[in-house]
Every structure is written in structure tokens, then in C-alpha cells.
């Protein structure tokens, strides 16, 4: 997996008085940077790179040349997977939504149509999210009506390795466990106080 980033670079005073051509060859020699321009503002250039091992490796290495003061970075988090919604798209779907929701205010089922769209991304963790937002909707609306929880699969906290989630669950239901106790033993307690 490679990281891609935007490094803004400020150059030395004695570099950027006497043009930075050479140093803006510099960066191009190397193989992560994918792109170099020179701007105006407080820092002289902007590259975009592309590294496939940690990005602070790739700093540091720029940051060793003789030219460079400062570098600042703008790390590119997720890029976009597919063209962005249209504008009339996104006013369907903010129609749909509200019809949705207005329904549901007025107590009445859900209007027919198409489910709305939650947000712009890959198919697949779009339907990991969808499905653990309907799961977690069922149990809510269970939980309302005093009813024990729908069948189905556990509640996922957090997108990552299996081992990670289940520590995490474990973790957080040994917490319940102690709270629980904890107001279970109070509650004995502040009982007694008020019968002595």
C-alpha cells in the first residue's frame, strides 16, 4: 500500500535568493516524488509523492538537503474512488432522506423507494457500514419496545483485525462487569444507610 502525500517545502534563504532551479532537480531525482512546483507564499515549491514505505522516512531524507528549512505535510488520507455525486443525485438523496424521516416523526412505515446512499466511497466498505447500521437500528428499536435482541451477528465497534475487535469487546463487557457490580454493591449500601 503506498502512502501519497503533499509536501510544502520552504527553501533556505541563500537558495531562494539565487533561484532554486538546481534544487527543484534535486527533488525530481527522487523516485518517490511524482510531481514538483514551485509557488509563491511562505513556502517556495509543492511536491506530491508517493512512498511505499513510511512517509516520515521520505521526509527525513528531504529534510537532510542542504536547501531545505522547513517541509510541512499534507497527507492525502483516502483518495477518492469514484466521481463525485452530481448535484441533482445529492438533492435526491437528501429528498429521500427527508421523506424517510418525516415518516418516521408521523409514526408511519418507511415511503417506498430506494435505500438512500450513506456517503461516496467503495462499494464494499459502504456495505460493511450500511449492514452495521441496519444491525445496530434493529437492536435499538428492540431495545425500545422491551424486546431481547434480534438474532444476528455481534455489533463490529471498529473496521480492523479480528483479534483487535474481539480484545476490545472482551475489554468493554469485563468494564460493564465491574460497573455493574459497582452500583449493585452501592446501591446495597445506600439501601442500608436508609433503613439504619
Known amino acids: 500500500m503506498t502512502t ?7 527553501a533556505s534563504e541563500a537558495v531562494r535568493h539565487n533561484g532554486y532551479v538546481k534544487a527543484l532537480q534535486d527533488l525530481w531525482t527522487l523516485p518517490e516524488v ?5 509557488v509563491s507564499g511562505l513556502y517556495d515549491c509543492v511536491a506530491r509523492v508517493e512512498t511505499p514505505t513510511r512517509l516520515v522516512f521520505l521526509v527525513h531524507k528531504i529534510m537532510t538537503k542542504s536547501w531545505v528549512e522547513r517541509v510541512h505535510v499534507l497527507r492525502v488520507d483516502q483518495p477518492a474512488q469514484g466521481e463525485l455525486e452530481t448535484e441533482a443525485t445529492q438533492t435526491a ?9 418525516k415518516a418516521h416523526r408521523a409514526g408511519l412505515p418507511r415511503p417506498p423507494g430506494p435505500e438512500p446512499q450513506l456517503r461516496a466511497g467503495s462499494t464494499g466498505a459502504e456495505a460493511s457500514l450500511v449492514a452495521r447500521l441496519k444491525r445496530q437500528r434493529e437492536i435499538i428499536k428492540a431495545y425500545r419496545v422491551a424486546l431481547p435482541h434480534t438474532a444476528g451477528p455481534e455489533l463490529q465497534l471498529l473496521a480492523g483485525p479480528a483479534g483487535e475487535e474481539a480484545a476490545l469487546v472482551a475489554r468493554l463487557k469485563r468494564q460493564r462487569k465491574i460497573i455493574k457490580a459497582h452500583y449493585r454493591k452501592s446501591g446495597a449500601a445506600d439501601t442500608v444507610a436508609i433503613a439504619a
Open 93 to 101: 438523496r437528501l429528498q429521500r432522506q427527508r421523506e424517510i424521516i
Open 34 to 38: 511524482k510531481h514538483v512546483e514551485p
Open 4 to 10: 501519497s502525500a503533499y509536501l510544502l517545502i520552504r
